[in-house]
């Protein structure tokens, strides 16, 4: 399963839309587990925005597993970053 949430916007947008995207996807553990930490991670990061800053943020991962063994390999890549200048 793989998973992906992106938005552009002021800080509290960005966070409620990536909330609800991440909301939609429902994975296998422990890639559940790891896509609900890093969510809350980012959600925590917005709030140290100031008030009407602009951001990008954009999140995936992905999770393969061995059919042999068991075991799952998880990928995982997260980029938050700043707009400043951003004009309405």
Same mark, same amino acid.
């Given at each position: 399963m793989s998973w992906n949430v992106s938005a552009i916007? %002021? +800080?509290a947008g960005v /966070?409620? %839309?990536i909330a609800a995207e991440a909301a939609r996807y429902t994975c296998m553990e422990p890639e559940d587990t790891i896509k609900k930490g890093v969510v /809350? +991670?980012?959600?925590g990061a917005l709030? +140290?925005?100031p008030a009407g800053a602009a951001v990008r943020v954009e999140a995936s991962g992905s999770q393969s597993g061995s059919a042999i063994d068991g075991k799952a390999a998880n990928s995982l890549v997260v980029k938050i970053e700043p707009l400043w200048g951003f004009i309405d």
């Open positions: 916007g %002021r +800080a /966070a409620d %839309r /809350a +991670a980012i959600l709030t +140290a925005f």
